[in-house]
């Protein structure tokens, strides 16, 4: 079982930044592929971005060039770095550590709110 810890999420401006976490449980944080999703009010769940355990990085086309995914391994720990905020970026995000193609954990979400 691992456990996921998300912070960082609020409410900004249009144009501002935020910075959110992700601290997981336990010793094989550093073998994981790190995803961040976000979920909108009525809408599906998507994949926002992803890092792997070599550190390869991909992102969704919405958020490219403003969103940057990191890693710490020493501290058990993803980031997103959230740029140049859009209303449209509203959402509850959620990390997601896999395991494997089958297995995997989520996190229990930190609202995101982007409004003048």
């Known amino acids: 079982q691992v456990q996921l810890v998300e912070s960082g999420g609020g409410l900004v401006q249009p144009g501002g930044s935020l910075r959110l976490s992700c601290t997981a449980s336990?010793?094989?944080?550093?073998?994981?592929?790190m995803r961040w999703y976000r979920q909108a009010p009525g809408k599906q769940r998507q994949l926002v971005a992803a890092?792997?355990?070599?550190?390869?990085?991909n992102y969704a086309d919405p958020v490219k060039g403003r969103f940057t995914i990191s890693r710490d391994n020493a501290k058990n720990t993803v980031y997103l770095q959230m740029n140049s905020l859009k209303p449209e970026d509203t959402a509850t995000y959620y990390c997601?550590?896999?395991?494997?193609?089958?297995?995997?954990?989520w996190g229990q979400g930190t609202q995101v709110t982007v409004s003048s």
């Open positions: 336990g010793s094989s944080f550093s073998i994981y592929t």
């Open positions: 890092i792997t355990s070599g550190g390869s990085t």
């Open positions: 997601y550590a896999a395991l494997s193609s089958h297995l995997g954990y």
